[in-house]
């Protein structure tokens, strides 16, 4: 958190010099452990305007972006960003300047390629990733996109009318539509601490990101199960013929169980991911809040209200 306070105030006044514009800042504290809430409360921000949000858990990276979003209200303009400099806030001039000069409804930062920095297995899984929920789409979410963006007025009102609970923002940006415009960026390496994304943590977001925002998963169990019973039927007239024909020729238990345990597998990954459109089709139905807040401080200048 010291490192982002560090870069961002210079970015900030050099944004308010060259664009003519008010910045406030608005700060989610998603439940974490490292008293990053407690540096905020103490940072002197200036003249600025700052709003500080502490969750009463950790919810999710979903829910921070929702509550920020949130929070920027009738703002002209929101920036929304990680606060481990992997997304550079010396990027945000040029948003703002796309902003204000083309006119786009959201500027976001997106990766050129995933091959060099994440390597070829993550590589391929991102391309099947973004192939599996585009499919059959109106509408496109551009691979390599992430949270790092800039989003009008417009935008925001059109994020906060969304009543999903359960939210994938990536999706939720693309669906909104409007005139977006991308820009490369290559991440610089995290200055402190390290991401707790394992692989089997990220397997399951991407199966919950494709399952909130996607039926392809459906379209594809359909699809497999047309074929696995027409390749049933082939086998079972092959052990047909093969009986009246080659009557000597032993049954092949083997292969059968071996099928059996194959098709079981099969159906236990489609049972599966039935109940995963189940469960959050559950959980809409609860109609739970996003987020739930145990700190809200407002602070103008050297005034302070908690709420």
Known sequence: MPDLLEHLEPVAASISEEF?????????????????FDILKAHNFGPRSVRLLQFSRNFGKEAALSAGIDVAGTADAAVLMDADLQHPPEMIPEFVRIWQTVGADSVYAYKPSRLTSEGFVRAAGSKLFFWVINHNLRYQIPPGAGD????????????????????????????????????????????????????????????????????????????????????????????????????GVSNGIASVLALIAFFGGVQMIFLGLLGQYIGKSVLEAKKRPIYILAEDISREGDVVADS
Not at 20 to 36: A, E, L, P, R, W
Not at 215 to 224: G, K, S, V, W
Not at 228 to 236: K, N
């Open 148 to 247: 790092f963006r800039l989003i009008n007025s417009r935008f925001i009102k059109a994020l906060r009318s969304l009543p999903e609970s359960d939210r994938f923002m990536k999706g939720l940006y693309g669906w909104v539509g409007f005139r977006q415009i991308g820009l490369p960026l290559d991440p610089p390496p995290r200055k402190r601490g390290k991401s707790s994304f394992n692989p089997l943590h990220l397997l399951s977001m991407t199966l919950d990101a494709i399952t909130s925002f996607s039926t392809t998963p459906l379209h594809l169990m359909a699809m497999a199960g047309i074929a696995i019973a027409m390749f049933s039927a082939c086998y079972g007239f092959y052990v047909i013929v093969e009986h009246f024909l080659f009557p």
């Open 20 to 36: 003519k514009v008010t910045v406030n800042y608005i700060f989610v504290d998603d439940g974490s452990i490292d008293g990053s």
